[in-house]
């Protein structure tokens, strides 16, 4: 890996290939563009369905890098959508998604798992007790 001279930088970059190559294996995938684009879909959709604050704490544990990705185009007015479901939510992750077909429910599940290995504060039980009851489950690491 090059090193940029700069410490954080480094680190950061270091810390997301080390998600991205979780979510890789999670997912399965050969195309590490593809599980860039989906790990930044599942991103956007928690982002938008979480009240501003949430968010905010969400975004706490995850690689500086990855929180780029994260807030990239937030307009936290409108917020958070008012998606009541488990179909509407995954809609939501595939109107975020551009390298083709994909299965939300898995990229979501790989995020998740991902997450909750990766990060050791209670952030994801916050998440989930901020969602509607349909949408819970989704935030429930296997």
Known sequence: ??????RSLDSTVQKTI???NAMNEELGWPD?????AATKAV???????LPYGE????????????????FDQYEPEGKPLKIRNQE??????????????????????AFIKVYADKTRGGEL??????MPDELRPLFEPE
């Open 1 to 6: 890996m090059s090193s940029t001279g700069v």
């Open 18 to 20: 080390e998600w991205f």
């Open 32 to 36: 590490r563009e593809r599980t860039y």
């Open 43 to 49: 991103l956007h959709a928690i982002r938008d369905r």
């Open 55 to 70: 968010a905010i704490q969400f975004s706490a544990p995850i690689p500086m890098l990855m929180k780029g990705m994260y």
């Open 88 to 109: 509407e939510f995954f809609q939501r992750i595939t109107e975020n998604f551009d390298q083709g077909p994909l299965d939300p429910e898995k990229a979501l599940r």
């Open 125 to 130: 039980e916050d998440v989930r007790k901020t």
